[in-house]
């Protein structure tokens, strides 16, 4: 009798809700002078930078503490500009200069970012592109080996009964490693570009420079903060595996082929 072949996908998923937010910004002005909306934005930028890495202290070695409400702050480069516009006779009209930096801060306290979002809602020259749900690189590892397995049971499963139908008892070949994907939920906050809320005038995010803090706003600043609650997206892990079986031949005894199946079930 031919050997017979059974080929099976095995798939395994398993949902977490999300443990960190990966907060995107970016500063922006725009004026008739390119050292002035340069200034500002570098300015600016350098202030919140100040302030997320507040929220990040540090051990020796350069790693964010256990307890820190922020694991990473990283900045990009000053990006400049400029346009002509015209009026509605199709003259040219002075020139306009744009600055812009984009900000992503890593946020492991959900608390703390969504208390620092909606401080920044109330600003000018801040806009929040995205904040991107995620898990932590230590979740993420143990769910791979998690998801890995399961697939296997999966597909082992499937094998198993198919075979059983035939009168047939089957072991892996050949296995092969369909990937894992982590579906990541993003959920967008902003306002338009460069937006026209105006900044505190004393204290504050940014009046009151990096002494102030997140946390110490303006009154403004608090409220916005107390009426604005994130909930963190769930973050699907899955797994697949396509697996190749042969049953054993049929010149082995019951006995052999039996222990070769459990010792076989036992390994996957």
Not at 85 to 112: C, N, W
Not at 164 to 171: L, N, S, T
């Amino acid at each position: 009798m031919e050997p017979l072949k059974i080929r099976v996908n095995g798939e395994s998923s398993i949902t977490r809700l999300a443990e960190q937010g990966l907060l995107r910004l970016s500063v922006e002005s725009q004026g008739p002078k390119l050292e002035t909306v340069s200034k500002e934005v570098v300015s600016r930028s350098n202030e919140l930078t100040g302030l997320f890495k507040a929220l990040s202290p540090q051990t020796r070695a350069g790693i964010a503490t256990a307890d820190a409400a922020v694991t990473n702050v990283a900045s990009t480069f000053l990006s400049t500009r400029n346009f002509t516009p015209h009026d509605r006779d199709g003259q040219p009209l002075e020139k306009v200069y744009q600055a812009s930096m984009s900000l992503s801060i890593v946020f492991r306290d959900i608390t703390k970012l969504s208390e620092v979002v909606g401080q920044l809602l109330t600003y000018s020259n801040v806009e929040i592109s995205s904040i991107d749900w995620s898990l932590s690189e230590a979740t993420q590892k143990t769910l791979g080996s998690q998801v890995r397995r399961e697939a296997i049971r999966d597909a082992v499963t499937k094998a198993n009964d198919y075979a059983a139908e035939v009168g047939r008892e089957v072991y892996a070949v050949d296995i092969m490693d369909g990937g894992q994907n982590a579906t990541m939920q993003h959920a967008p906050v902003g306002r338009s570009l460069f937006g026209s809320a105006p900044a505190p005038s004393g204290g504050g995010l940014f009046g009151g420079g990096a002494t102030a803090g997140f946390g110490s706003a303006t009154p403004q600043a608090s409220q916005s903060s107390e009426m604005l609650s994130l909930s963190p997206q769930n973050i699907k892990f899955t797994s697949s595996v396509h697996i190749e079986f042969q049953s054993y031949p049929e010149n082995g005894s019951s006995t052999e082929s039996t222990s070769k199946s459990n010792r076989t079930r036992s390994s996957l």
